[in-house]
């Protein structure tokens, strides 16, 4: 049925001035001192869209998002839902011929950028056949519009009547196994991410103040610092610039958020500062990570330094946000909990059979908020939604308790001796050194061309020697298994990562 009510703005942003809370502050940026009550965000976002009607942007056409964690972000977003046009939001730290691959196969029709970002998509605009405006945030880009210009005479718009079904925006997948590729989303999905995995597990209320160092673009940082917040009426801090360990510290100290959303990563390096210069000291409530699986040496640590747990969670930019989670009195580091309610969760084999407990194999999710489609991928699209189900990619053993542990990528796994190793569990016990930050391993052949182990780390401090390669080996051989142990270590300054913190493993296997 085709009704306004069904345009996921009108539940997460204009309810709130008919619930009394346009005077409350939906978000407060980190540095700059402006913030922008639940009043500003409802009439912003209706500025926005009448702007884009009256620019002749039509509803279905593209509006591409090159924008930093700014208090337009979330007026331009919710804007072009209100009229119909659809958001894409685009990753923020990508290289220039990237975002001409994506402005091409999105057709974006206009963008919006952030005058921080225009130096690393100005050559990718230059040419575009599709675009017809573009709109810059901040100071003035010879050739485009500055963004009070666009806003600037237009008349307010009604929000567009819409079936719950109807693609509302699209996120580009993080690329971690080759080019982005479009996720189609509909306007049922936001309202179904934030009445499962927000209610449910985040259990978020309006008196939250949120922090998530995952930035908009991201499907999970969208929903922690948008859907979630806006769903209850709470205040979420934006923060623009990099989350290093020092500022994220900084942050938490400083503004105090009783919830903070992490990815594994960054919660390794801040615990690693901590451990030097005492914790963090803020009422923080509930703590949650997605991304890859949290190592459960970061979470004993975190739990150790702070007082609150971490909950761990899976989640994709397929099915928006996390389906999989350990919850609040129900936690078991080293294992990625149970099946969060409203998802349904499946392990199948090779031949697409069911996995019993104590078996590994590919996770299938199904639930409202899986996506149409991958936009222009047909084979792709068939071969991943499969009815009601999604295939995720990811390698999973299943517990006799029920739980869900993670054995890494599908294209990570391989095997030792005739035996499924998990690079998830290796890199576990590795971190789980006190001189180890980070870890990843990968397959590499030895002499006889048999797939062994090979092992890439980060260290906290101090120089690697043979002594330190030997100890590490026999440390692994004592935490998970003899056989599992890394025939090779190779110590790095860093693991290349996608900008979301997943570590892009095929790039190590490239130079092995």
């Known amino acids: 049925m085709i009704t306004a009510t069904a345009n996921a703005v009108t539940y997460f942003v204009d309810r709130h001035i ?159 196994t080759g080019q982005p590729k479009g996720v189609a989303h509909v306007h049922s999905a936001l309202r179904a991410t934030s009445d499962t995995y927000g209610k449910q597990v985040l259990e978020i209320a309006e008196d939250d103040l949120v922090f998530s160092a995952a930035k908009f673009f991201f499907a999970y940082g969208l929903g922690n610092a948008m859907t979630f917040p806006l769903s209850v009426g709470a205040t979420t801090l934006l923060f623009a610039g990099r989350p290093t360990p020092d500022d994220m510290v900084e942050i938490i100290n400083t503004e105090q958020p009783t919830i903070f959303c992490g990815v594994p990563t960054l919660f390794a390096a801040i615990v690693a500062h901590m451990d030097k210069n005492g914790p963090v000291t803020a009422p923080l409530r509930t703590c949650i990570s997605a991304g890859e699986a949290l190592p459960e040496e970061v979470g004993l640590r975190w739990e150790k330094h702070t007082g609150t747990a971490i909950l761990d969670g899976v989640g994709s930019t397929e099915m928006l946000h996390i389906f999989l989670s350990n919850r609040k009195n129900d936690l078991v580091y080293g294992t990625s909990g149970v099946a969060v309610p409203g998802y349904a969760l499946r392990l199948v084999d090779e031949e697409g059979l069911d996995v019993m407990p104590g078996g590994v194999g590919e996770l299938l999710v199904s639930g409202a908020s899986a996506a149409n489609c991958y936009w222009n991928q047909r084979d792709k699209s068939r071969s991943t939604f499969e ?126």
């Open 387 to 512: 009815g009601v189900w999604t295939r995720t990619g990811d390698k999973y053993e299943l517990g006799h308790d029920g739980r869900y542990i993670y054995c890494g990528r599908t294209d990570d796994m391989f095997k030792v001796s005739g035996i499924w190793l998990s690079p998830f569990e290796v890199e576990g016990a590795l971190i789980s050194h006190p001189r180890v930050l980070e870890a990843a391993v990968v397959a590499a052949q030895d002499a006889d061309g048999l797939e062994k182990p090979k092992a890439f780390i980060v260290l906290k401090n101090g120089p690697a020697d043979d002594a330190l390669l030997a100890e590490l080996k026999d440390h692994v051989k004592d935490k998970v298994g003899k056989w599992k142990y890394p025939r090779w270590i190779e110590v790095v300054e860093d693991l290349p990562k996608t900008a979301t913190g997943k570590i892009q493993r095929f790039k190590l296997r490239e130079g092995c």
């Open 18 to 176: 008919d619930e009394g809370r346009g005077g409350k502050i939906a978000y407060r940026e980190i540095g700059s001192g402006r913030s922008l009550s639940y009043g500003d965000l409802a009439s912003g976002a209706t500025q926005v869209a009448g702007a884009l009607r009256k620019a002749g942007v039509r509803a279905e056409e593209r509006a591409a998002m090159l924008v930093l964690d700014h208090i337009e972000f979330p007026q331009i977003f919710w804007g072009a839902l209100k009229c119909g046009v659809i958001p894409v939001p685009l990753n923020t730290l990508l290289a220039t011929s990237v975002y001409d691959a994506i402005l091409r196969d999105a057709r974006a029709a206009i963008l919006f950028v952030s005058a921080a970002l225009w130096d690393v998509v100005k050559d990718a605009v230059a040419d575009n056949p599709y675009l017809r405006q573009v709109v810059v945030i901040g100071d003035v880009v010879d050739g485009s519009t500055p963004y009070d210009d666009f806003l600037d005479g237009a008349t307010p718009a009604e929000t567009l009547p819409v079936c719950p079904d109807e693609v509302a925006f699209w996120l580009y997948s993080s690329g971690s």
